[in-house]
């Protein structure tokens, strides 16, 4: 079980920790008080719903078309390394924090529409979830549904802890600094998982 969370997890957690709309959204949500826990419940059930239609997606394509694995492999391999890259040059450009907006408080209905606006309307969103997570997933064949559960488990931390600590973490991210170090974790483990998934095919391919 572990052998499958964990990578699913941490793969999970490096998509959606960058920066983007939606996570300064819910951040500004947390850092104002603001219907923090309908946010932060919208962000990880679409999460949810996206991770588990790129798993199932994925486990039936792998079983049609065999050339389908090897052809993800190293395409994801490909975007783990280029979404690194461009994280790793976020890290080292500098950069303003990110503060709240000063506006006036939003309603439930408003707030939620803009959240899975945010989230639905992502095209990068899709290549993260359906694309990335599900063509990995299928490297771990039975292996898939814990796969899909770490990757969800991350997202559902992640927002939580985001909405919710977003008020502790205000003096922290309002330094670029925090920022870009950040950015910096993300490119390394974008870049481990590149490597392991490279090095999986090296041994499979070996007599």
């Not at 964990?6 to 996570?23: E, R, T, Y």
């Amino acid at each position: 079980m572990t052998a499958a969370f964990l990578p699913g997890f941490f793969l999970g957690l490096s998509l959606i920790v960058a920066i983007g709309a939606q996570n300064a959204f819910v951040l500004r949500q947390g850092l104002r008080n603001e219907h923090v826990l309908a946010v932060c419940a919208t962000c990880a059930l679409s999460d949810a719903a996206l991770i588990l239609a790129g798993v199932n997606g994925f486990a039936k394509a792998g079983t049609m078309l065999p050339w389908l694995g090897p052809v993800l492999r190293y395409g994801g391999a490909a975007f783990l390394l280029a979404y690194g890259l461009r994280a790793a040059r976020s890290a080292l450009r500098p950069g303003g924090g990110l503060t709240p907006l000063d506006s006036a408080p939003q309603g439930l209905v408003p707030c939620l529409l803009t959240c899975l606006a945010l989230t639905w309307l992502n095209p990068h969103v899709y290549l993260d979830t359906v694309v990335l997570v599900g063509s990995i997933s299928a490297q771990f064949a039975e292996g898939r549904a814990v796969f899909a559960l770490g990757a969800i488990t991350a997202s559902v931390l992640f927002f939580f802890s985001l909405g919710f600590g977003a008020r502790l973490l205000r003096p922290l991210f309002a330094r670029p600094a925090a920022w870009r170090v950040m950015d910096g974790a993300i490119a390394l483990v974008m870049w481990i998982i590149a490597a392991g998934l490279l090095l999986s095919e090296t041994s499979a391919a070996a007599p």
